[in-house]
Nanobody, 124 residues
Framework: QVHLAESGGGSVQAGGSLRLSCEAS??????????MAWFRQKPGKEREGVAY???????DYAESVKRRFTVSKDGSRNILYLQMNNVNPEDTGIYYC????????????????WGQGTQVTVSS
């Protein structure tokens, strides 16, 4: 099992920025990390996919965060990042890092390896 650990969450005013980090126990070249993704769970809502990245460089984002969030990797440190710019209160939630080893990266039900989450709170 891949171990993932998120950090970087906190409180920020609307319009501000945060950068979340996810450290992985496996090298990013590992087959366990074919797909990596950021999910979030808003208060009272179901968990949703936010940003995706695969080993080929393919990226995708939820419509609500396009042009504001950027997902990237630091392969030398096995860290996945989510740069969050121009945040708004709708971005509030617990953000999770996830990984899977197979399939289409946006088949969200296939993600089995998860971090513990990091809280992001955006105030007006």
């Amino acid at each position: 099992q891949v171990h993932l650990a998120e950090s970087g969450g906190g409180s920020v005013q609307a319009g501000g920025s945060l950068r979340l980090s996810c450290e992985a126990s496996e090298d990013f070249n590992s087959n366990y990390l074919y797909c990596m993704a950021w999910f979030r769970q808003k208060p009272g809502k179901e968990r949703e996919g936010v940003a995706y990245i695969d080993r080929t460089g393919w990226l995708d984002y939820a419509e609500s965060v396009k042009r504001r969030f950027t997902v990237s990797k630091d392969g030398s440190r096995n860290i996945l990042y989510l740069q969050m710019n121009n945040v708004n209160p709708e971005d509030t939630g617990i953000y999770y890092c996830a990984a899977k080893s197979y399939g289409w990266c946006k088949h969200n039900h296939q993600y089995k390896d998860w971090g513990q989450g990091t809280q992001v709170t955006v105030s007006s």
